[in-house]
């Protein structure tokens, strides 16, 4: 027998009565399979439509609404790459200058060792922001013990600081390719979270602020974002709703060393697709070309079929099958590994946010999406 579920919907919801009847449907439907607890999804167009809500068992003590905040997982890279390239605009950071520039040997030796040469000084900053460094993603296969990824999908909680960081890429991992010649027509990616904890590490070290500090700074503030936080800080908006546990399927799991440990923020639908218009206004820059940067390259990354890679953004082609307009249209932003997901579709002028806060989603985001937007172009 299945649990019945409860839907909620943000009070200012702005679309036709069959998008809303289509969306309510979605999210409902997607809360009842057996392999998710709940869904949050939002979503906005450039044409001042905009709709959000979410649906989950009416037998939790914590109702999902569309206000609940939750882990955003690896959407944090897309800030992250916000705030390189600020400092790409103030000239804290050459985007191709090699991180040696930047860490102490302590940090770059041993990074990237290939053929019986240390190839760790010739990584540059751009190769970390794009994945095409070669190095290992911490999260996954190493000697010795199980992956990152394994133990957070069986709900197995643990933490690590950045000297583990170092530790496994150094000594369980080994490189997966030379550091790419950015002037070639394309290059070989493959998606790492340890490039970007050294990308973290190397805005630390040439603004001497903390990660925390820096994003209230130079983003959430600025942009108004008082419901995104870092998990070592506070959020300015008092008297948030709980924070939305993570699941394996219905199994509810407590992971809080993870996300103290994983530098990725915590923040809501709303915020969300706040920052997203705003980074794609280039609202967060002085220069109003400073965006064209994210897409200026999009390789293929070999670890995460039909996904393609900029600067700290995913680019992903909408078939003409999942299409609503049966042709081909992108959708560039970032998702995350519990089920997140922040996107824009730039042909179709539509922003789309959302999570379904599991510790193993795959693919479930982008199919996801494109039944948002088929559902979108009913109006």
Partial sequence: MRTPRRTFLAPDNRVSADVDAGLKDLVRTLSARSRLHHVNLAIAGDDG?????????????????????????????????????????RDEIDLDAPITAYLPDSVTTGLHVRGGGDRSGEITVRHLASHTSGLP??????RGAPSLFKQLRAGQDTSWDFDDVLDITRNQQRPHFDPQDLGAPRQRARYS???????????ESVTARSFPDLLTERITVPLGLDRTWHPAGRPAAPDLPATAPLHAR??????????????????????????????????????PGTPNLLTERANRLRNAPGLRYGLGTMIFTVNRLMSPSHAPVTLVGHSGSTGTWLFTCPE??????????????????????ARCLRIWARA
Avoid at 198 to 203: G, N
């Fill in 49 to 89: 439509r905009s709709w959000s809500g979410a649906a989950g068992p009416t037998d939790d003590e914590l109702q999902i609404r569309p206000s609940t905040p939750f882990f955003i997982a690896s959407i944090t890279k897309r800030f992250i790459i916000t705030l390189l390239l600020q400092a790409y605009e």
């Fill in 137 to 142: 993603d911490f999260f996954e296969r190493r």
């Fill in 193 to 203: 979270d340890t490039g970007f904890q050294l990308l973290i590490r190397i805005l």
């Fill in 250 to 287: 219905r199994r509810r799991v407590t992971v809080d060393r993870v996300i103290a440990s994983s530098n990725d923020l915590i923040s809501t639908t709303g915020d969300l697709l706040a920052f997203e218009r705003a980074l794609v206004a280039g609202h967060p820059f002085r220069d």
């Fill in 348 to 369: 179709l002028g539509v922003h789309l946010a959302g999570t379904v806060d599991q510790t193993q989603a795959n693919a479930l985001p982008f199919h996801i999406m």
